[in-house]
């Protein structure tokens, strides 16, 4: 028996295709492989399943540990478990990490099936349909006919919402938590600047910087950097590190200087992401958000997509969320009600904004606690 | 005559002082220059002269041409010249490009008198203090005792304010737009990243990138990329681009690519500025703006310093402008007017963001133009 809620020791699988896969850009993935955690028991009519959906950097383990000395659990650990929102004692959880990734799945730094070369800055640009897809292949690998549940925040929610609108008889019940329709100038802008700093980076080596045993950290680190400040809220920055003076501060100009601690704060977040992630994956994840339209494949309308959809739907988003604000959910829901669609929407107020949906907030985490224990199985 | 408007042909002078001038900092500039324009004609009483004070990225050259083939006029000459809001028909108008910049003033790509080798990183930290004294001394050498008005956006509304309350007899009037009395975490958060852009470019050179021969433009560039997404708002940045798809777009990954409008134009932009601005100047000027602090020298305290203010004061700001909201202004009325301060308070509605106070608003000009006028000469 694990401690209540916490699901314990986890082992990620490889699950292997060996039927190519044909992605929207028409290039074609000769064979591939994802990287998939699962946690509680698949049930016998195969009912129970929920999958989860990670955004821009997350990967497959969204729970429990590897090893009992992690330091921290999956990133999601706050919302699936035992007795959590996606409670591990009633659902099987499917996570994987998505096509294009860094974690393991096939995407730049896996190795190309022809040459044994990596594929480096060549795999190409996968979009939220193909990750579908391919989440598609991985459920009859499970011989999961249909989801009890897609959940996801964020870039997740999107795949959710995709999963929702076009494979509408494979999802009962839907969650979109901190998503938008498509994304705003202003959400390209962002991700533009990200992807321009890690091109700017002497080691970037027009993505082959494996190939010279090198690695664009300072670029990686600086897209952190731009990301992670729109994660959070003015407000939440405010509290949190207001005009507070770090330490090492010595009034100098030269580069290690940390005046402020908001400086030094986004220095080691870029730091430590730039030691974990990978470059080339991040061009192609802030890609396939860039590109993400829901409305695709149904005419440039919104409310038809949605139309499409059969499942019961969750929406939430967060007052300070300035990357994807409560009114771009709103978007979703007011199409979703168009269409008499079966939704439930909260706007949570907290000053944590984008990332809240990671965290605990109190009545975000009931809600979904309450919604998800409607989903049957 | 000039055409109604229309400041004609201006040249810019080189004010030198040879007093030395001890910095906020301690460190000492033996000598500076000042390099100024000026406007219209001083009266006899030297009772009619205004300074403008200039943001982040601006300098002298805030009206009328240098050469009637430029392209572009000055920065602000929408609001200076016969009939504007800073009319020339009445006005003395001197602006100067501050200590430290990049376009004549003495700063890091000058000459350091001692050793005739350029400041470059050396140049010491100036902060909007040193701007402001030195205005004072660029006063002195006019014979200006009090200015008419002081004026500004932006980091040039805090030298407004600054002159407001440390030198209360010499203003008479104050303009203040879309400024604030201090900067956010998240404000300073942006700052740290164009920075850290430019720090992590290859040709920077610890700052001696011109004794390299080099110049760090993609730093530079990217730098400015994030400064001006944070002056545009949302919405404005919606109307303007949408996600309309550049033309060269190609579905490639190539760094050339250009899949989004408001990609390319970032690009532009900052590639633009990468040719007119040096890399050392962007860097004491985000830390001059991160470290002004209105409440600075009055105990912390905002009210005591709008309360040491004498001058009638006008604070406008813009209601889509997310780097200085109306908030941040409104800190600055409410302080005022505890002080029973004479203060005209405008939220100009605009989609035009922080950038606004550059532009010809229709409500904002007309405003602008009807206080400018109660001006007493």
């Known amino acids: 028996m694990t401690p209540s809620g916490d699901i314990g020791i986890v082992t990620p699988v490889q699950v292997h295709f060996d039927e190519p896969l044909e992605l ?5 993935l000769p064979e591939f492989d994802l990287t998939t955690e699962t946690y509680g028991v698949l049930n016998a009519d195969r009912s129970n399943a929920v999958l989860v959906c990670h955004a821009l950097s997350g990967n497959h383990h969204a729970a429990g540990r590897h090893d009992p000395t992690d330091r921290k659990p999956g990133w999601w650990d706050l919302h699936i478990g035992p007795g959590k929102a996606i409670d591990t004692n009633r659902f099987f959880v499917v996570s994987s990490n ?3 990734g860094c974690d393991g799945s096939t995407g730049p730094n896996t190795a190309q099936p022809e040459t044994g070369q990596l594929w480096g800055p060549d795999f190409p640009q996968v979009t939220v349909q193909d990750w579908v897809r391919a989440q598609a292949l991985l459920a009859d690998h499970f011989g999961i006919a249909t989801w009890a549940a897609v959940v996801g925040g964020s870039l997740g929610g999107m795949q959710a919402l995709h999963w929702a609108a076009h494979y509408p008889d494979r999802v009962r019940n839907c969650v979109a938590l901190a998503a938008a329709p498509k994304l705003t100038a202003q959400n390209i802008a962002f991700n533009e600047i990200a992807r321009q700093a890690i091109l700017a980076d002497p080691n970037w080596f027009s993505g082959h910087y494996q190939r010279e045993a090198s690695t664009p950290t300072r670029g990686l680190s600086l897209a952190r950097m731009v990301g992670h400040l ?16 770090s330490e090492s501060s010595d009034g100098s100009q030269s580069e290690d200087e940390m005046v402020f601690q908001v400086e030094s704060y986004l220095r080691y977040q870029g730091k430590q992401f730039s030691t974990r992630f990978d470059a080339n994956t991040y061009l192609l994840m802030t890609r396939a958000l860039d590109r993400f339209d829901i409305s695709e494949g149904f005419g440039g309308s919104l409310e038809a997509a949605m139309a499409a959809t059969k499942a019961r739907m969750l929406v939430v988003s967060f007052s ?13 829901v007011d199409a979703l009600l168009a269409s008499e669609r079966p939704v439930t929407y909260a706007e949570i107020q907290t000053d944590a904004g984008h990332d809240a949906f990671l965290l605990d907030e109190a009545h975000y985490a009931e809600l979904f606690r309450a919604w998800m224990a409607q989903v049957t199985v």
Chains 1, 2 share one sequence.
């Open 24 to 28: 929207q850009s028409g290039k074609i």
């Open 98 to 100: 998505n096509l294009g």
């Open 230 to 245: 729109t994660y959070m809220s003015a407000d939440g920055m405010s509290d949190r590190f207001g005009r507070d003076i």
């Open 320 to 332: 300070s969320d300035w990357r994807f604000s409560p009114a771009r959910s709103r978007e979703l």
